[in-house]
């Protein structure tokens, strides 16, 4: 039989069905659906904001059942061209039988674009500028026969606060006119990242290196180790969770196959709860004893330290390197200064996870930031040991930070472009030796663009506050180096953070003079 005479039925009433009737009504239906009226249209939402905290708001919200229904009805005018049902031609089945047998996979599809829907007009109703993904449970959302759909959810948002007055501020601001002999003793570190340890007879000295078998112990019970750790004897050893303070006399004295103790002191923010704040003992095995011999300063190190022609050359990079360390010094103090103003009577609380969340990006922004004013690998990693073990104060803070000059970057209507990121990553690049294009393509697989941005956005609004400043000179001094940092955890975790790490680790390539610390 042709197609043309052939009759279908309805499998649920087996009533005949003209096939001519049921294709115009596909038709129509989609004709209606490509009209897009319904797509335009606002959903009925009845939306219950309340706020449990400064950041935290807990949102209930209703769809009408007229919304539902609006839904359904568009997801079955999309299906019905294709619905392939048994018994039928595709496209050619009764509307009622395609809405019997499709009926729940056609809710997890409504059921979906609502929220959608739903998510971006309470964002657009309401203005909650969020800091975070909404916290929603999709599994615990449904989409009801009868009556309207109610969902809920947590979202983190931006605490509303009145701007503090940001013109007009003081602001301390470092100077220093650099000489031969700042530039010698940068040099002196420059040399010393391309020196090798060599075995010494004697007993350890401060600023002699110690190869060691390192445990960390809770009583008789081992936490952590490491095996051939390299260690510079200094006052104080930094590790990611904490620090021992009086390292440099702990070790005096010591030689090789001596095991010497000490109490390491775990900070208050360490990844394993259980230690917080407590005394734990670290066990150094001394296998050799090292010390630091500095290169010949010839021809093939110049070219390795970046092509240079003589030593001029080179003193001259040093100096230049030296110049920018202070800037990102006069930044630091300037945003320190003017951001504890600014914070003062900032007194609001952010939520515990907030916190843990945002210390991760806390920690790229300062690690990239560091990477941009080509610090070394030594004191970006102090750095880094310092912030985790004081990950909430410093976040809380920064948090903070970020709010008032995300809201003075709105009112100023400051914004960030594709060029003043890019004039960043130069910057990074620059400093690491690394080519543009692959600093960017680290950062991006770090996802730490959007870091990046923030650390720009922030660096311009400070920028503009210190032009409305009152500038006092004070004396630039040279921080002494008196902390050794190890990439170790004693507790036995890795840091919450690792993508921090990861990040300043891909944003870093080369061993020039950018490794000129600002330091003794």
Request: hydrophobic share 35%.
């Amino acid at each position: 039989m042709a197609d043309s005479d052939r009759h279908e039925t309805d499998e649920v009433t087996g009533d005949p069905i003209d096939a001519g009737e049921d294709q115009q009504g596909v038709v129509d239906q989609q004709g209606a659906t490509e009209e897009g009226g319904d797509e335009a249209q606002k959903l009925q939402l009845d939306v219950d904001i309340e706020s449990r905290s400064t950041c935290e708001r807990h949102i209930t919200a209703t769809v009408s059942r007229d919304d539902v229904e609006r839904y359904f009805d568009q997801e079955f005018s999309e299906l019905m061209p294709q619905a392939q049902v048994p018994g039928f031609r595709p496209g050619r089945a009764p509307r009622k039988l395609v809405e019997s047998r499709f009926r729940k996979d056609v809710a997890d599809r409504v059921k979906s674009h609502l929220l959608v829907d739903a998510l971006e007009q309470i964002h657009e109703d309401h203005d909650l500028s969020p800091i975070s993904e909404p916290d929603l449970d999709l599994d615990a959302v449904n989409v009801p026969d009868e009556g309207p759909m109610t969902f809920e959810f947590d979202l983190e948002v931006r605490p509303e606060f009145d701007l503090p007055q940001w013109k007009g501020l003081k602001v301390e601001k470092p100077t220093r006119e650099f000489t031969d002999e700042d530039v010698d003793r940068a040099m002196r570190n420059v040399l010393a990242n391309r020196g090798r340890l060599v075995p010494k007879d004697g007993p350890v000295e401060p600023g002699d290196y110690i190869t060691t078998n390192l445990k960390f112990k809770l009583g008789d019970r081992e936490l952590s180790s490491a095996e051939e750790e390299v260690i510079r004897v200094r006052p104080v050893l930094s590790f990611r969770d904490g620090q021992i303070t009086g390292f440099d006399k702990i070790m005096a004295g010591a030689t090789s196959g001596e095991t010497r103790t000490a109490e390491a002191e775990i900070s208050e923010d360490a990844p394993n709860a259980m230690l917080r704040g407590k005394q734990i003992t670290g066990e150094f095995e001394v296998l050799e004893v090292k010390r630091l011999e500095l290169p010949t300063l010839d021809e093939d190190l110049l070219e390795d330290l970046g092509g240079f022609d003589n030593e001029a050359d080179l003193r001259d990079a040093i100096l230049d390197q030296l110049n920018d360390q202070l800037r990102y010094e006069q930044r630091r103090r300037a945003r320190e200064q003017v951001t504890a103003a600014l914070t003062e009577s900032a007194n609001w609380d952010l939520p515990p996870e907030t916190l843990r969340r945002q210390s991760q990006r806390e920690l790229q922004r300062a690690v990239l930031e560091l990477r941009s004013s080509g610090f070394s690998e030594e004191d970006i990693r102090r750095h880094e040991n310092e912030l985790r073990q004081n990950s909430r104060a410093s976040t809380a803070r920064a948090m903070k930070e970020h709010f008032i000059l995300e809201r003075i970057a709105e009112e100023e209507e400051i914004e960030v472009d594709e060029s003043d990121l890019d004039a960043e990553i130069n910057r990074i690049a620059s400093q690491s030796g690394d080519s543009p294009r692959r600093v960017r393509a680290k950062l991006e697989k770090a996802n730490s663009m959007d870091v990046l941005r923030n650390q720009v956005i922030e660096r311009i609004v400070v920028d503009r506050i210190l032009e409305h400043a009152e500038f006092t000179e004070v004396p630039f001094r040279f921080e002494p180096t008196d902390v050794e940092a190890i990439d170790e955890a004693a507790g036995g975790h890795g840091s919450e953070i690792p993508e921090a790490q990861q990040a300043g680790d891909e944003a870093a390539a080369g061993g020039r003079p950018a490794e000129a610390p600002i330091r003794e």
